[in-house]
């Protein structure tokens, strides 16, 4: 039977899924080409028209997600909300996306803890170019507040934008080393809420 484009769809989402899952249990570098053809029962055929390599599953794996949490802040970051509200709901989806989203939790895992200091680079130079991202946008928002007079009396946009990227990613990360005091998404909520009653007038 000859196969769709939707099937072939399904089947490199499926190889991006399981690859992805055991990335997280086993480690990159110890998952071998036998580990994921045999999690999934497919030919090398089957796999190599999808992925050129295990290297390429993890980047295509990484594109992924990154390009899934950048829509979601940009579709954020394009709302006619005002800034008190908009920096509030963008926070509050990038830490319930985090603790809901198996598979986000999963990748940020992965690329903290579960691959090798030889494949880091490029994991690391993808992380920085979003968190830049980030940063601006969320600057720009804040420098819009302060041109309508909605910041407390010396806080500066751009500090502060760094400010909430460290507390983010030292959330997502205590998630995992720190779990019995993170485990629950309403300390995190807490805490940007937080963040932003002390920003915002």
């Not at 990484?62 to 899934?68: G, N, S, T």
Request: proline letters at 1%; hydrophobic letters at 40%.
């Amino acid at each position: 039977m000859k196969r769709t484009k939707e099937d072939a769809l399904i089947t490199k989402e499926n190889i991006l899924n399981k690859g992805l899952a055991l990335f997280v249990k086993h480690g990159y570098s110890t998952t071998t080409m036998e580990d994921i053809l045999s999690s999934l029962n497919l030919t090398k055929g089957a796999f190599y028209g999808h992925f050129l390599h295990k290297e390429d599953l993890l980047k295509q794996i990484l594109e992924r997600e990154f390009r899934f949490i950048s829509e979601m802040v940009t579709h954020e970051f394009v709302s006619s909300k005002d800034e008190k509200s908009l920096f509030h709901d963008l926070l509050q989806k990038v830490i319930n996306n985090f603790y809901e989203n198996k598979r986000f939790r999963n990748v940020i895992e992965l690329t903290w803890f579960k691959v090798g200091i030889d494949v880091c680079t490029k994991i690391m130079a993808d992380k920085t170019t979003f968190n830049e991202y980030f940063i601006e946008e969320v600057n720009t928002i804040l420098n819009r507040a302060q041109k309508h007079k909605l910041l407390k009396p010396k806080v500066h946009p751009y500090t502060t934008a760094l400010q909430i990227t460290a507390m983010i990613t030292g959330i997502y990360r205590l998630y995992f080393v720190t779990h019995e005091q993170f485990k629950h998404k309403e300390t995190a909520l807490s805490m940007v809420n937080g963040f932003v009653e002390s920003t915002f007038i």
